[in-house]
């Protein structure tokens, strides 16, 4: 069974430091998709990024980046210079190949403090 | 674009009554997901449609149904309703060619459904 661990459910910080989200995934799948998404107030889920398994490549957009290591089933996301509109739930999740089945983690509570 | 859009928004039912959610997705998109989401269980998987077929399941009771229409739009049924089922119902579109590379899944606003 699939299944995804995010074992920080709150993390605040104060604008302008860096902040580490980790996700730690089980699959038994070779080929898989892990997704970054971010639940702001409002309560709609905003896609971040899409990494499939046999890309290990590390990604970075803007202030964020996503570090994907197959060797410790973790895929962890950090936000560079954090800012109070970063705030949100972000949830890291899991799918198997073909299948648009979602397996979410229980979400991390981000508040960015002025 | 415009995104995926849910209707209602928010809806108060009785235990015991049904109600029924829809869904629009993505101009273009044919796959469509519903996910409910309880503070206690998190987000979890109810179905998916594709081309007016369900194609994947969650583990959920019987009580929960969904159907899709030939133009893409979606609705869930949720029969004799229980206190349990107070939620947020997201609904998601995908684009999805069969046998191609798999897209990611964009969300619409979600109904929240309280039931007294």
Known sequence: ?114 | KAGVTQTPRYLIKTRGQQVTLSCSPISGHRSVSWYQQTPGQGLQFLFEYFSETQRNKGNFPGRFSGRQFSNSRSEMNVSTLELGDSALYLCASSWDLAGGPWYEQYFGPGTRLTVT
């Open chain 1, 1 to 114: 069974a699939q299944k995804v661990t995010q074992a920080q459910t709150e993390i605040s910080v104060v604008e302008k430091e860096d902040v580490t989200l980790d996700c730690v995934y089980e699959t038994r799948d070779t080929t898989y998709y892990l997704f970054w998404y971010k639940q702001p107030p409002s309560g709609e889920l905003v896609f971040l990024i899409r990494r499939n398994s046999f890309d290990e490549q590390n990604e970075i957009s803007g202030r964020y980046s996503w570090n994907f290591q197959k060797s410790t089933s973790s895929f962890n996301f950090t936000i560079t210079a954090s800012q109070v509109v970063d705030s949100a739930v972000y949830f890291c999740a899991l799918s198997e190949a073909g299948a648009q089945k979602l397996v979410f983690g229980q979400g991390t509570r981000l508040t960015i403090n002025p």
